[in-house]
Every structure is written in structure tokens, then in C-alpha cells.
């Protein structure tokens, strides 16, 4: 078993707790992840989610 907490990134397998959360807005509902690993291209987008269920309160008319 491993002691320790380091969760691999599922986008790009690096260390996950060594990327950069960056996010926009203040404050931020959404952004991306920068992995530090050189020419790494993690480009893993985080949001809050608020936005992905609030088309249910569209109105057919
Ligand atoms: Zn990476
Ligand atoms: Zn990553």
C-alpha cells in the first residue's frame, strides 16, 4: 500500500497536486489546470458546474 496522497492528473498522468488551478472570474466558477512538467499540455478544464443543469429551467414556447 502507498502512504502517499499524490493523485495522478487523469488528463496527462502527472502528478496532480503539482498543477496551477487557474480560473476565471472573482470568483472563479471555471478554468483550467497547468501541469509544470515541461511541454506538457494538460489543458484539464475545471468548472463549478453551475451552468451544465440550467437549461432545465428553459421555457418551450
Ligand atoms: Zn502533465
Ligand atoms: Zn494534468
Do not use: I, Q, R
Not at 493523485?7 to 503539482?18: L, Q
Not at 499540455?41 to 418551450?60: A, I, Q, R, V, Y
Amino acid at each position: 500500500m502507498s502512504d502517499n496522497t499524490e493523485k495522478p492528473c487523469h488528463k496527462c498522468g502527472h502528478d496532480f497536486n503539482a498543477h496551477m488551478l487557474k480560473g476565471y472570474g472573482s470568483p472563479p466558477t471555471e478554468g483550467w489546470m497547468e501541469c509544470p512538467v515541461e511541454g506538457c499540455k494538460c489543458d484539464m478544464t475545471w468548472s463549478l458546474g453551475k451552468n451544465f443543469d440550467s437549461k432545465s429551467n428553459e421555457t418551450n414556447t
